[in-house]
Nanobody, 115 residues
Framework: QVQLVESGGGLVQAGGSLRLSCAVS????????MGWYRQDPGKERELVAR???????SYADSVKGRFTISRDNAKSTVYLQMNSLKPEDTAIYYC?????????WGQGTQVTVSS
């Protein structure tokens, strides 16, 4: 059974930093592309960053230069380092494991940035 568990969310002031983690179990993690998404109530879920199995990385324009995605295959974990946080970064952050047949999602972790 594949499980994704996010952690690291919380309340932070604008300009602060948070590091999100997503631990994957039940899967050969190193072969999978992974992504971080976020969703604000009333809005569609949007891609924040993704990292391929081979290490290719892409970011949404809104987070370029502030967020960094990385992975540790030995720990089956993907990270999202978020710096220079802004109030508009407030959302529930989800990690996703990309599968050709069925994507897997974590339960989400709340990030709240106060002004």
């Amino acid at each position: 059974q594949v499980q994704l568990v996010e952690s690291g969310g919380g309340l932070v002031q604008a300009g602060g930093s948070l590091r999100l983690s997503c631990a994957v179990s039940g899967r050969t993690f190193s072969r999978d592309d992974m992504g971080w998404y976020r969703q604000d109530p009333g809005k569609e879920r949007e891609l924040v960053a993704r990292i391929s199995a081979s290490g290719g990385i892409s970011y949404a324009d809104s987070v370029k230069g502030r967020f960094t995605i990385s992975r540790d295959n030995a720990k089956s974990t993907v990270y999202l380092q978020m710096n220079s946080l802004k109030p508009e970064d407030t959302a529930i952050y989800y990690c996703k494991l990309v599968d050709p047949v069925l994507d897997y999602w974590g339960q989400g972790t709340q990030v709240t940035v106060s002004s």
